[in-house]
């Protein structure tokens, strides 16, 4: 589903990737760990379109969208999650979620004034798959809260939702688990299984919890320095002791003794 072929980005003499190449499967939850200073946010930045690289492509199902701005690989279905939620604090989390589907009918003014019933028709389409998407996360409790009143846990399930209510083909989510409390963080995981094995998303996480990562996620990618340096199963990437240098310095002998 994502190819990323030799993709480099430098920040003047500091190189944050550097001739990376990997492949995301449609279908799976892939991993992508790595220590901090791996590149792993540079790289999903590049994969949406936040940040051109230096060298190298991005593709899409086949098609190069290296160039394509970040609105327009949302059109196609490629959506991001950032570590700190984006949420519109001062909306409620049902307006939140309503604001995501593009080309809605209230966003013509000429369409206000002149088809109300088209706009009233569209908008309570949205609301009623607003509903349906908070029903799914346990959160329609709160549809009338403020966004910027919810929990750390409940603002990152509220950033899966926005990504639901365009049905993504790709969803790069950063660090769906830091901050969260375990009650939420297995609500979080069972929203992303059923959305994997349901409903066909493909997925890529960025995550230092290996626990999480181990449940979720096959295969596993693990970056250093930049660039790939281990692919395979969770059991594999523990065993690696290329991974495990990387991680504690030391090898498998030394990150034994700690």
């Keep these: 589903m994502i190819e990323v072929r030799d993709v480099v980005k430098r920040f003047g003499g500091l190189v944050a990737v550097d001739h990376c190449t990997l492949d995301i499967a449609g279908g799976t939850i892939t991993g992508l760990i790595g220590p901090n200073g791996a590149g792993k946010s540079t790289l999903f930045n590049i994969i949406a379109g936040f940040l051109q690289p230096s060298e190298g492509c991005v593709y899409l199902d086949g098609q190069d969208i290296t160039r394509l701005p970040p609105h327009e690989r949302f059109g196609k279905g490629l959506v991001r999650t950032f570590q700190i939620p984006h ?27 002149l088809q109300p019933g088209r706009v009233r028709a569209d908008e309570e389409r949205v609301r009623t798959r607003a509903r349906e998407v908070l029903e799914m996360l346990q959160l329609d409790r709160l549809r009338h809260e403020l966004a910027g009143n919810l929990s750390g846990g409940q603002k990152k399930l509220l950033e899966i939702g926005r990504t639901m209510m365009t049905e993504p083909r790709v969803v790069l989510l950063d660090e769906p688990g830091a901050g969260v409390n375990r009650t939420l963080l297995a609500e979080i995981s069972r929203v992303i299984r059923t959305l994997n094995q349901e409903r066909g998303y493909t997925f890529c996480i960025i995550e230092h919890d290996m626990d999480l990562i181990a449940q979720l996620c096959d295969p596993v990618i693990c970056m250093a320095q930049g660039s790939v340096l ?29």
């Design 87 to 113: 949420e519109l604090k001062r909306m409620t989390v049902l307006e939140n979620l309503m604001l995501v589907p593009e080309d809605q009918a209230g966003e013509s003014l000429w369409r206000t004034w």
């Design 230 to 258: 281990a692919q395979g199963t969770m059991a594999e990437i523990r065993a690696n002791e290329a991974v495990l240098e990387a991680y504690f310095g030391g090898g498998a002998a030394r990150a034994a003794e700690g």
